[in-house]
């Protein structure tokens, strides 16, 4: 089992940067790959992007891409989202999400066993 805890949320204005963590114990963090998926009111969870367990590579919905960025912290136990230029439509419930098998497209929400309980993040305009 892995037991996820998102931190970081909360009410911001359009521009602004926020920095969400996602603290996983439970099991060898460094074999996780950890995935970002967020959750607006009305509409499905969607993909917002993916830090792999091995060498770190990262994809983006094409929404957030260069705006947001994951890095992880195996020391930490901790992976981040770390979100610049916010815009009101990146108000949401932002969930982290875990893995520890390799099925192939960490791009759905599927693909992950474990999830976090989410955290809301607001944009103001």
């Known amino acids: 089992q892995v037991q996820l805890v998102e931190s970081g949320g909360g009410l911001v204005q359009a521009g602004d940067s926020l920095r969400l963590s996602c603290a996983a114990s439970?099991?060898?963090?460094?074999?996780?790959?950890m995935g970002w998926f967020r959750q607006a009111p009305g509409k499905e969870r969607e993909f917002v992007g993916f830090?792999?367990?091995?060498?770190?590579?990262?994809n983006y919905a094409d929404s957030v891409k260069g705006r947001f960025t994951i890095s992880r912290d195996n020391a930490k136990n901790t992976v981040y989202l770390q979100m610049n230029s916010l815009k009101p439509e990146d108000t949401a419930v932002y969930y982290c999400a875990a893995t520890n098998l390799w099925r192939g497209n960490f791009n759905m929400r599927s693909q992950y066993d474990y999830w976090g309980q989410g955290i809301q993040v607001t944009v103001s305009s």
């Open positions: 439970g099991r060898t963090f460094s074999s996780l790959t």
């Open positions: 830090i792999i367990c091995a060498g770190g590579r990262t």
